[in-house]
């Protein structure tokens, strides 16, 4: 009996998480919203969107992205499987993207983690422009010798960095 209350109450305790994951999986930073499930941010900054793209590259590069070609599309940017290996820039993988958990500690310090970045910059006026950042991932055990894909999930942190570096270059009212 005592086994099937602490069952009951560790489903109970599960469904209570995965409930609080599912209200927080969209936030609104001021007007920057994040959908954690999608990898998708979007919001307005007040500035011109050629400006707006600059700072972004910029603001990409300062973080450890090196973008090699920025022809996409105007005012866009896109990096597909993009490898990364323990660090973004000085800060471990694992502040920007949860890979799951490992015996050594989270998978995406140990495990190479492929990075797929689209961003989209539109003028919404001559001193405002809409940002449509996409951001996702997945990891390989490479280290492990293995090659089946993991997917990893947004922390948030990588796009409040983003948003917080544009925000200090524009910080006009939108």
Known sequence: M?????TAATLLTAGTLAAQAQES???EWGNFNFNRDLGR?????????DS???????????????????????????????RLVRRLGKTTLSRYFSCGQGLT???????????????????????KSQINLEITADAVDVPGGRNDRV????TGNLELAIIERMRAAFPGET
């Open 105 to 127: 500690g989270p998978n995406a310090d140990t495990w190479y983690v492929y990075l797929n970045f689209h961003s989209r910059i539109a003028a919404g006026g001559p001193d």
């Open 2 to 6: 005592r086994g099937l209350i602490a």
């Open 41 to 49: 941010t979007s919001g307005a900054v007040a500035g011109p969107a």
């Open 52 to 82: 707006v793209h600059r700072v972004l590259l910029k603001t990409l590069d300062d973080l450890g992205l090196k973008i090699k070609d920025d022809h996409t599309a105007p005012r866009q940017i896109a990096m597909v499987r993009h």
């Open 151 to 154: 997917a990893c999930a947004t």
């Open 25 to 27: 999986a969209r936030t």
